[in-house]
């Protein structure tokens, strides 16, 4: 998904006719790589490359931690084609993934998601053509920063539902569960919960709706809506943990158990505080916002 959304808005349009129909009938399936072993939040340290030959480009590196692997067949790759030029050195192709010299490897054993694969790639003297470059050389970290501020809102969205449906269930079970004679909703300390609980996954419904508005309006907005996207990852992913965690002290020992659903929110909200961008990354980019600008 994260490729399309990308190529929608940065490819060529022989590009998009190549890969987005494909993409939309899940013929391809699609990822996108940023990640390595020692390269996350500060992607333009990222050590894989991208060589210029002749006819195209030779690709040597490993990408680590990316959804959609050991199965994609189409990746968004990002490599540096200038290392001296650090961020503007980096650079963004699409990669056919069944190329010589591209090996997939299943990442097992995760806490959560376990409905989405993760892995890892290794690039061996990978040849691809020319026209795999997408938008410029140097142009990958505007690309990839492009492509974040859409795949955040949709990883807050998704936040925002577990937190909601963690509020959800958990209002259900209080009102059916009985101790001491009574359904434990009528304790005050359950209603505390549930009450914080619903604060939190309206706000951060309420920040998606507003941050997804300002995609929708971002001429009006002045282009960016950068802050008010990042509020909303952030925020969203505190909201699902502290939610699923809410949920499993309130379901107590039927939320420890696999047969509810209340453990598998609990294991999956934890990532959303890490994927596109941890949270401290979101706090980052929020608080660059309030920075005065000094002589
Ligand atoms: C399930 C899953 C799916 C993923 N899918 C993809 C994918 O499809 N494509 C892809 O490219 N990547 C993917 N990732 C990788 C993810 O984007 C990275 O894990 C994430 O960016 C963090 O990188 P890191 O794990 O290397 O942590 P690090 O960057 O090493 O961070 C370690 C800690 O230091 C903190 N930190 C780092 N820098 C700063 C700073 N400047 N100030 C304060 N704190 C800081 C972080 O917040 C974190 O707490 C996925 C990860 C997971 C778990």
Not at 41 to 48: F, I, L, P, Q, Y
Request: hydrophobic share 40%; with cysteine.
């Amino acid at each position: 998904m994260p490729s399309r959304v990308c190529y929608w808005h940065v490819g060529s349009e022989e590009q998009r006719e190549r890969y987005i129909p494909p993409l939309i009938k899940a013929e391809d399936s699609g990822c996108f790589a940023l990640t390595e072993a020692d390269t996350g939040s500060d992607v333009a340290s990222m050590k894989t490359t991208a060589k210029e030959v002749d006819d195209g480009y030779i690709l040597n590196g490993n990408k680590m931690w990316i959804s959609g692997v050991p199965n994609a067949t189409i990746g968004l790759i990002y490599a540096m084609t200038d290392r001296e030029k650090k961020h503007r050195g980096m650079s963004a192709f699409m990669v056919d993934m069944n190329s010589p010299g591209i090996e997939q490897r299943a990442i097992p054993d995760k806490l959560g998601l376990h409905s989405s694969p993760t892995g890892e790639i290794s690039f061996e003297e990978v040849k691809i053509p020319r026209n795999a470059l997408v938008g410029k050389i140097g142009d990958g970290f505007k690309i990839a920063m492009f492509m974040l501020d859409r795949t955040r809102l949709s990883c807050a969205a998704r936040a925002a539902g577990v937190a909601e449906k963690c509020f959800d269930l958990s209002r259900q079970y209080a009102n059916e569960r009985t101790q001491f004679g009574q359904p434990i909703i009528e304790f005050q300390m359950i209603q505390d919960q549930l009450a914080r609980m619903w604060c939190e996954h309206e706000a951060a419904k309420l920040l998606v709706l507003r941050a997804a508005w300002m995609m929708d309006n971002l001429e009006k907005m002045g282009g960016r809506a950068t802050l008010h996207i990042s509020t909303a990852k952030y925020y969203g992913a505190e909201a699902a943990v502290m939610a699923a965690n809410e949920a499993t002290k309130l379901y107590a020992s039927y939320g420890y158990s696999a047969e509810y659903p209340i453990e598998r929110y609990y294991r999956d909200a934890k990532s959303y505080q890490i994927v596109e961008g941890t949270s401290n990354i979101q706090k980052i980019i929020i608080a660059r916002n309030f920075i005065e600008k000094r002589e």
